[in-house]
């Protein structure tokens, strides 16, 4: 499945999915945060290191 809006285009809604309900979990982190936790999810390239405290305390993230 393609979610198009103008020019985004995503082709996994599954982490879309899965970021939008991090993001309604900690909306204070942010959605892209929380996607970006996602797709390094999908890709299996965790922890993902940041520098962002809040992300850092989610499953899968590291902070550095």
Same mark, same amino acid.
């Given at each position: 499945m393609v979610i198009e809006h /103008?020019?985004?285009t995503l @082709?996994?809604?599954d982490t879309v999915t $899965?970021? !939008?309900v991090e993001f309604r /979990?900690?909306?204070? !982190?942010g959605? $892209?945060?929380c996607?970006?936790? @996602?797709v390094a999810r999908k890709a299996d390239h965790l922890p993902? +290191?940041?520098f962002d405290r809040p992300l850092g305390r989610? $499953? +899968?993230a590291q902070r550095l």
């Amino acid at each position: 499945m393609v979610i198009e809006h /103008r020019d985004l285009t995503l @082709e996994d809604s599954d982490t879309v999915t $899965a970021a !939008l309900v991090e993001f309604r /979990r900690h909306p204070a !982190l942010g959605f $892209a945060n929380c996607l970006i936790l @996602e797709v390094a999810r999908k890709a299996d390239h965790l922890p993902l +290191g940041t520098f962002d405290r809040p992300l850092g305390r989610l $499953a +899968g993230a590291q902070r550095l």
